[in-house]
């Protein structure tokens, strides 16, 4: 990439998506549950996992929807090549213009006998990105540390970091600057059961607890071996992952939006069924 074009790419955040304050994070949602999201108010669903390159279940949501944006939480490298992955984004585009919000990232070294030299690996995916036609402005990159953040903000619309806090929030928006997009997922139990929620958090938290890549993450914020060691510590659950009255709950997402986040996909760790109910018990503290 030539010195001009990194100058280019590194203004895209200068026209940041909109997708409202919240969002809601998920590894699936049907297009009636996408329908109820929008009318309670929230900007965006964001859909986990690591999806085929065709993203064919992106324009149903759409379809069924007005407003509400839809943005891949991620897309991996590894699994999905970019030429795929573009078709398909300008497929999405064509039908559904500026509702399509492209998320990729590298995933875990653990699952992938691919896995090498990441970074290099995510600048020559964007390269190909913009081979094809993929708008650096519409797309976001998963992004813990400070390389990959940086690097976020200059070939993409900003990053979409994951099992973070507030802190963390505020060291990615000093990173990027002030017109680079930011959202940062966080994990939410609606019950003022501490240990009921402890025990949710640390269930959903299990298969991270072994990835380097958020070890790694979290020791940089000053959690210790002993914190990251399974089953994780009460100070990292309660870190991650927000519980309580919906109040404390709205107060511990703003504090990301306090620290420099544009939007915060919030995920509810509650089985699909009652994705909705939760999200509408969280939407008076969060959009009203």
């Known amino acids: 990439m030539t010195d001009a074009q990194a100058s280019v790419d590194a203004g895209s955040g200068a026209n940041k998506p909109s997708l409202g304050r919240f969002g809601s994070f998920g590894f699936g949602v049907t297009p009636q549950q996408a329908q109820e999201i929008e009318a ?3 900007g965006a669903v964001w859909v986990g996992g690591s999806p085929p390159a065709e993203l064919a279940w992106v324009e149903p949501i759409l379809e069924a929807t007005t407003t509400l944006q839809v943005a891949t939480g991620i897309v991996n490298i590894w699994s999905a090549a970019a030429k795929p992955v573009a078709e398909s984004f300008h497929r999405i585009e064509k039908a559904y213009p500026g509702r399509f919000l492209l998320g990729i990232g590298v995933g875990h070294p653990e699952a992938t006998s691919e896995y090498r030299k990441p970074y290099d690996a995510l600048a020559q995916y964007l390269d190909r990105l913009d081979d094809y036609g993929v708008p650096a402005n519409r797309r976001v990159v998963a992004a813990l540390g400070p390389r990959v953040l940086k690097l976020s903000a200059q ?25 680079a997009f930011l959202a940062p997922e966080h994990k939410v139990v609606l019950t003022t059961d501490a240990d009921k929620a402890r025990a949710v958090g640390r269930k959903a938290l299990n298969v991270y607890l072994k990835l380097a890549n958020y070890q790694n993450s979290w020791k940089r914020l000053g959690f210790t071996d002993d914190d990251i060691a399974p089953p994780g510590s009460d100070r990292l659950v309660d870190a991650v992952v927000a519980y309580g009255a919906t109040a404390a709950i709205a107060a511990r997402l703003n504090e990301h939006l306090d620290a420099g986040a544009d939007h915060v996909p919030v995920q509810v760790l509650t089985k699909s069924e009652n994705l909705v109910p939760a999200l509408a018990e969280l939407a008076g503290g969060l959009l009203g």
């Not at 070939?155 to 017109?179: D, K, N, V």
């Open 40 to 42: 309670l108010g929230y």
């Open 155 to 179: 070939r993409s619309a900003g990053a979409h970091p994951y099992l973070t806090t507030p802190e963390h929030t505020a060291h990615a928006r000093e990173l990027i600057g002030p017109s």
